[in-house]
């Protein structure tokens, strides 16, 4: 899967409840890919029966396996998320090694990709979670970057603000320290200006709380950038 080529996504969470005509409505989209994932309540059962809803739709489907107790087979590709900031080593490395001990003989090695996650919202449920350290200057969120890329070679970076939208500032800044790094950006995304705004400083868009606030909100966000 070429997740480098991807612009947008649209990324939905198992434990959160979407009708089938909004849905559909996603597939036919023009989105590049769905990420399934979530912070609380996502276990294999759901994010299976979500899966399930997905599979063979004609668009990619990713998990964010950040949990090893959510992982599914059948996904055309895996992002292992690291998170750089976090306050536990548990969401560093500790429950990837664990999902790796009792799932990793089923993967391919090109359909996983670490992501190295920089977590900004203090008020976001991933931030409390995992303890991250949010408030931090701007040299050192660049910081945290360039450790993701040039000290543990992670491919892919993403800036994660997740239930607000973050500094266009501190993207940009991101952007020009990491010029080759593939970077996503997550958060606060609602409508066509805050997705070309944040698509002219990363490679990848994730879109994620406006499905199910304002969807066609969220169908703005694909339009906007083709």
């Known amino acids: 899967m070429e997740f480098t080529k991807w612009r947008h996504v649209f990324k939905l969470d198992p434990n959160k409840s979407i009708d089938d005509a909004s849905l559909e409505a996603l597939i036919h989209s023009g989105t590049d890919a769905f990420l399934i994932g979530g912070t609380d309540g996502v276990d294999a059962e759901n994010t299976y029966r979500l899966y399930e809803r997905l599979a063979g739709c004609g668009v990619p489907l990713a998990l964010e396996m950040s949990h090893p107790d959510q992982t599914v087979r059948g996904f055309q590709h895996y992002f292992i998320p690291t998170v750089l900031n976090a306050g536990s080593v ?48 701007l040299e050192q969120v660049v910081a945290y970057a360039e450790t993701g890329r040039y000290v543990f070679r992670l491919p892919s970076l993403y800036l994660e603000y997740s239930g607000t939208f973050g500094s266009p500032d501190v993207v940009k800044e991101v952007r020009l320290a990491l010029p080759d790094t593939h970077l996503f950006y997550g958060g606060g995304i609602d409508g066509a200006e805050t997705a070309r705004l944040m698509a002219s400083y990363v490679d990848t868009i994730v879109v994620g709380n406006v499905i199910y606030e304002n969807l066609d909100g969220a169908l703005a966000t694909v339009a906007a950038l083709r």
């Open 90 to 137: 548990d969401w560093v490395i500790g429950h990837q090694a664990r999902a790796f001990e009792s799932y990793g003989h089923w993967f391919d090695a090109t359909c996983v990709t670490g992501q190295g996650y920089i977590v900004l919202n203090p008020e976001a449920k991933v931030a409390v979670v995992t303890e991250a350290k949010t408030s931090l200057s």
